[in-house]
């Protein structure tokens, strides 16, 4: 439980419901002494949107931060938080498919993975033709949709709210709280702190307004082969070429992908999506019905009778990484100062960071609510 001393229990908002917002409120709302509420425009259970990116994710645990260690000790966190999460029995295990995994790297790099289960580096033999390094281990699949809506019913359930709200300033949550967006007047009480997860809304929000943060498109082939038990992806990071096959426990499978700087475009082009196909049939044939295999080798036209959804993502990247911050603003009227813990900017890293930057996040909050943390 929480120690500090002062009224309990402590009114938190959090600005955001992708994945690093709902995770950040459950480790927030389960670790007591706090009442939290997300405030946000879009949800989990709402229809797919450009503007929410997380259910657009694949995804899968392969953490990209190499011999950035402290991104790394992040990514850590996260993966035995979900190791456990997807344990056989447990209570979130439909959200997760635990997989034999194969990387090429095309460029040499080391991806600094030798901590995951079973890890092997790959034999020159073992290696598919341009890839310069590779390895083995096994990960889990996120089934992205199943897995938010797991988070905020675990948020829920725990006693925190929810309230949609369009934030222009980060200053209308500080005067106002979450009735100002349910009610359309101020909360009785003030806000305590504000934790801000607004994933790429973080470039426009005011208050925040951070030029750094930019988007990352990413498009995505969803299809249906339920006999795909294994992830393989081939790499260029220089290059921004990344080619994916990521299962889910549900026998769907997706096809990735691209990252493209500062692209906007909100709906997916068909050629990407031919381009998709073709780079991922060749580094997985298996992903032809059995039946077809058996018969003859598989070509692209085979796969889309299998295609369930094309879709794409805008990813928040941020130049100089996430930020991790605790700032204090002026409060409503006789208040004095409320801090405000950002967290953001994780670019295509949301699922394999979140648990281990939501830590960091109510770290900070903990120290900014003790008495002797407050500025004058």
């Known amino acids: 439980m929480s120690s500090h001393p002062s009224r309990s ?33 879009t949800f989990p259970t709402d229809p797919k949107t450009i503007k929410y990116t997380s259910l657009w994710a694949g995804a899968h645990h392969v953490s990209h931060a190499a011999e950035d260690s402290k991104q790394m000790k992040i990514d850590k ?49 073992s290696l598919i033709p341009g890839a310069i390094t590779g390895s083995s281990f096994t990960t ?6 199943v897995y938010l809506s797991y988070l905020l019913a675990r948020f829920l359930s725990r006693g925190g709210s929810i309230v949609r709200g369009a934030i222009q300033h980060i200053s209308q949550v500080i005067e106002g709280g979450p009735s100002l967006f349910r009610f359309g007047k101020a909360s009785p009480e003030p806000i305590d702190a504000l934790v801000v997860c607004p994933g790429l809304g973080a470039r426009s929000l005011g208050g925040l307004e951070d ?28 290059e921004g ?12 499978v997706v096809l990735g992908g691209t990252k493209e700087d500062d ?6 082009r068909p050629e990407t999506t031919a381009e998709i196909l073709k780079r991922c049939l060749a ?30 993502g805008l990813r928040p990247q941020r130049r100089g990484g996430i930020r ?48 002797c943390n407050k500025p004058y």
Request: glycine content about 10%; hydrophobic content about 35%.
């Open 9 to 41: 229990p402590k009114n938190i908002a959090v600005i955001g419901a992708g994945v690093v917002g709902l995770t950040t409120a459950v480790k927030i709302q389960e670790k007591g002494g706090y009442r939290v509420t997300i405030i946000a425009e």
């Open 77 to 125: 966190e996260t993966f035995d938080v979900m190791w456990d999460l997807s344990a056989p029995g447990g209570p979130a295990e439909h959200c997760f498919f635990r997989v034999p995994q194969v990387d090429y790297c095309l460029d040499g790099r080391d991806e600094c993975l030798d901590w995951m289960p079973d890890f092997k580096k790959l034999s020159k033999e």
């Open 140 to 145: 889990l699949t996120i089934d992205t949709p």
């Open 211 to 238: 030029q750094d943060v930019y988007p990352v498109r990413g498009q995505v082939v969803l299809i249906r082969a339920p006999w795909i038990d294994f992830g393989r992806t081939m790499s260029h990071a220089e």
């Open 241 to 252: 070429l990344w080619t994916y096959v990521i299962p889910r426990r549900c026998g769907d």
């Open 263 to 268: 692209d906007w475009y909100p709906a997916p």
């Open 283 to 312: 580094l997985c044939p298996e992903l032809v019905p059995p039946s077809i295999r058996d018969e003859r080798a598989g070509t692209v036209d085979d796969l889309r009778p299998l295609i369930l959804e094309e879709g794409c």
């Open 324 to 371: 991790l911050e605790l700032e204090w603003v002026q409060g409503r009227k006789g208040q004095g100062k409320v801090p405000v813990v950002l967290n953001y900017g994780h670019g295509g890293g949301g699922y394999q960071s979140s648990w281990g930057s939501a830590s960091i996040a109510l770290e900070l909050l903990e120290k900014a609510l003790t008495t």
